[in-house]
C-alpha cells in the first residue's frame, strides 16, 4: 500500500488546524457621542456585558466582545470594521449614520432613569425667537450636534425649516450653552430628554424659554449590521438582550451600562430618512 504523498498529508494537518481554531468572536460596538466615559475606562464594564450576554445566548464565553467609544470618529472607524455584528448607538447616530454603516435597528435600549422614549426641546432667551427662520445666523448646540440630519429632520421638522446657515456645535456641556443663551447671546440649545427635565432647576430658568419640542423619538438604537446579519450568533445575541432584564445577572449587567432593559424596534425605524 502506497504511502500518502508529503503534500497531501501536509494539506490533511492543514485542513484539521483550521477546523479546530476557534471562530472570531464577533464585536458589539458601543458609541454615544458627547455622552461621559471613556473606552479604557468602560472596558471592564464591556467584557462583564459581553461575558454575561454570551451566556444568556448559550455562546462560548469568548464568542462576543465589547467596547465603549465616546468620540464619534472612533465609533465610525471601529463600526466599519469586519468583525463588526451589532451597534448600540443614540437614536441620533443611527439617522445620521445608519445607511451609510449599514445599520439595521432591532431593539430599542431603555435607559434605567426615564422611559423608552424621549423629547427634544430647543431652549433660547426669552422673547428672542419666534419662528425657525429667526434662527439664522445663530448657533445651535447640543449633545446630537454631530448629527444635522437629526435635528433637523427628526428633532425639529415639525417646528420648521431651519436656515442653512445655522451653525450646529456638538457639545455635551448644556450648561455653559444655556448659559451664553441667558446672556443674550445668538444661541439655542438643543437638549435631550434628561437634560429638558433639568432645566427648570437652573437658577437662571426665568431666563430662558422652550420655542420647540420634538415628538417622543427612541433614546438609543441596537442594530445589527447588515453584512452580518445572516450570522446564527447574531440573531441569537439580538433574542438574548430581549431578555436580559429577566435574570438577575443580566440586569446587573444592564446596569452597568445605566439601562433597563431592551424592547423591539418601531417599525418607523427601518430605515434612517435622508
Not at 444568556?56 to 467596547?67: C, E, Q, S
Not at 466599519?80 to 445599520?103: C, E, N, T
Not at 419640542?213 to 453584512?227: D, G, Q
Request: hydrophobic content about 50%.
Amino acid at each position: 500500500m502506497k504511502r500518502p504523498c508529503r503534500t497531501a498529508v501536509s494539506l490533511v494537518i492543514a485542513l484539521a488546524a483550521v477546523a479546530a481554531a476557534p471562530a472570531s468572536p464577533i464585536a458589539l460596538v458601543v458609541c454615544a457621542p458627547g455622552y461621559p466615559g471613556t473606552t479604557v475606562d468602560a472596558q471592564p464594564a464591556m467584557d462583564r456585558f459581553a461575558a454575561t450576554l454570551a451566556h444568556a445566548a448559550a455562546l462560548a464565553p469568548d464568542a462576543l466582545a465589547a467596547v465603549y467609544h465616546e468620540r464619534e470618529d472612533h465609533g465610525l472607524e471601529r463600526l466599519r470594521k469586519p468583525d463588526v455584528a451589532l451597534a448600540l448607538v443614540p437614536f441620533a447616530f443611527w439617522v445620521q449614520h445608519g445607511a451609510a454603516l449599514g445599520l439595521v435597528p432591532r431593539l430599542q435600549a431603555v435607559p434605567a432613569d426615564s422611559a423608552e422614549s424621549e423629547t427634544w426641546s430647543l431652549v433660547v432667551k426669552k422673547g428672542r425667537i419666534d419662528t425657525a427662520a429667526d434662527l439664522s445666523g445663530w448657533e445651535l448646540v447640543s449633545i446630537a450636534g454631530y448629527a444635522p440630519v437629526f435635528v433637523r429632520e427628526r428633532a425639529l421638522a415639525g417646528w420648521g425649516r431651519l436656515s442653512g446657515d445655522v451653525r450646529m456645535t456638538a457639545s455635551g456641556q448644556a450648561l455653559s450653552a444655556l448659559r451664553r443663551a441667558a446672556g443674550g447671546q445668538d444661541v439655542a440649545v438643543l437638549l435631550d430628554g434628561a437634560q429638558s427635565r433639568a432645566l427648570s432647576t437652573l437658577p437662571f430658568a426665568a431666563d430662558l424659554e422652550v420655542v420647540a419640542v420634538s415628538p417622543p423619538l427612541p433614546v438609543s438604537v441596537l442594530c445589527e449590521v447588515r453584512a452580518r446579519a445572516s450570522d446564527p450568533a447574531v440573531a441569537a445575541v439580538v433574542a438574548a438582550l430581549g431578555n436580559l432584564h429577566r435574570s438577575s445577572e443580566g440586569q446587573a449587567a444592564l446596569a452597568e451600562l445605566r439601562l433597563a432593559r431592551f424592547v423591539s424596534a418601531q417599525a418607523a425605524l427601518t430605515s434612517p430618512r435622508k
